[in-house]
C-alpha cells in the first residue's frame, strides 16, 4: 500500500486548504447561507416578492392621483355642466313651440301644427339624451377615485364619441366639447392614466 495514495482509507487525514486572512481594513464576508428545507427564501431587501401589493398599490403604482387624470376628471365636470346648459336650452326651444301652436294666428294652420308637434317630440327626445350624456360624464368622473381599467377605457369611448359628435353634427355649439373630449382621451390613455387605473386598490389611495 502507499500512504501517499489521497484514496487509501489508512493514510494519514488530508488537510484542509487554508483561507485566506482578510486584508488589512477589509471584514471577512461570509459565505450566503441556504434557506431550510420546506423555507422559500427570502426576496433581498428593499424588493417585493411578485404578485404581493406594496402600500397603496403593486411596486411603482402612484399613491395619488396623477395630475393629468385630475385635470381629465375636471374636463369631465365641464362637459356635463354643458351639457345640462344644452340641455335647457333645447327644453326652452321645446316649450317655445309648444307654446306657439296655441297662438290665434296658427291654431288653423295644419301643416305649422303637425310640424310643432314633430318639432317638440324631437326636441324633447334631444333634451333627454343631452341631459343622460352629462350626467354619464359625471359618473365617469366620479369613479376616477376607485375604478379601475373598465372606467379608463370606458372614459376614452365617451370622450371619442364626444369629440366625433362635436365635430358632426353639432360643429357650431360643439367645438368646445372637441377640444376637452380630445385632451381627455389623451391623459386618460397615457402612462400615467394606465398607471392609476391599473393599481390596486387595497388599501385605498390617497385623493
Do not use: C
Request: charged share 10%; no cysteine.
Amino acid at each position: 500500500m502507499s500512504f501517499g495514495d489521497p484514496n487509501n482509507p489508512y493514510g494519514p487525514p488530508q488537510q484542509q486548504p487554508q483561507q485566506p486572512a482578510p486584508g488589512y481594513g477589509y471584514p471577512q464576508q461570509t459565505p450566503p447561507q441556504q434557506p431550510g428545507y420546506g423555507y422559500p427564501a427570502a426576496p433581498p431587501l428593499g424588493q417585493q416578492a411578485y404578485g404581493q401589493p406594496g402600500y397603496g398599490g403593486y411596486p411603482g403604482g402612484p399613491l395619488t392621483m396623477p395630475g393629468n387624470v385630475k385635470a381629465a376628471r375636471v374636463m369631465l365636470f365641464v362637459i356635463a355642466g354643458f351639457q345640462v346648459i344644452g340641455a335647457i336650452l333645447v327644453a326652452l326651444s321645446a316649450v317655445a313651440i309648444s307654446a306657439a301652436k296655441n297662438d290665434e294666428e296658427l291654431k288653423d294652420n295644419v301643416d305649422f301644427q303637425q310640424l310643432a308637434d314633430y318639432s317638440a317630440g324631437a326636441l324633447w327626445a334631444v333634451t333627454a339624451i343631452v341631459l343622460a350624456w352629462g350626467v354619464f360624464a359625471i359618473v365617469l368622473g366620479a369613479k376616477f377615485s376607485s375604478g379601475g381599467s373598465g372606467i379608463r377605457i370606458t372614459t376614452m369611448v365617451f370622450a371619442i364619441i364626444t369629440a366625433v359628435l362635436g365635430i358632426y353634427p353639432f360643429i357650431v355649439v360643439g367645438l368646445v366639447h372637441t377640444v376637452l373630449a380630445i385632451l381627455i382621451a389623451v391623459f386618460v390613455g397615457k402612462s400615467e392614466g394606465a398607471a392609476w387605473f391599473n393599481r390596486s386598490k387595497y388599501p385605498a389611495a390617497h385623493q
